[in-house]
């Protein structure tokens, strides 16, 4: 009877709805890969690239600020990047919005496209 209740609490703990865990597939996710992209087209090579361990889909924009300290929009870099966070960086003359995602595919494309 121990056996029984042993080998029920293994197969439990070894399965997910009736498959065992080596025959779950592995959900990848993938990126754009562009060096400059801008207003949906992309003027280098436009490709993909699969998120490896610790990788987000990343998004650099890249501003051109004014003289009045406005930021005006000037292209955007898509890629895979690891260890990516959100955060804004400011320049003197530029300012660099990265936005990372991970959540679907090619969810890195900007918004507004």
């Known amino acids: 009877m121990r056996f029984l209740f042993l080998l029920g609490t293994v197969f439990l703990l070894c399965s997910d709805e009736g ?24 003027y280098d090579f436009m ?38 966070e959100d955060i804004n960086f400011l320049g003197f003359e530029k300012r660099i919005e990265l936005i990372c995602c991970k959540h679907s595919n090619y969810c890195n494309l900007p918004e507004g496209v």
């Open 19 to 42: 498959e065992p865990h080596n025959a779950h597939k592995e959900t990848s996710v993938m990126c754009f890969r562009c060096k400059r992209y801008h207003l949906g087209w992309c």
């Open 47 to 84: 490709s993909s690239c699969k998120l490896q361990h610790k990788q987000s889909c990343a998004t650099e924009n890249f501003y051109i600020l004014t003289h009045k300290g406005r930021s005006m929009y000037h292209y955007s870099k898509l890629s895979c990047m690891t260890n990516c």
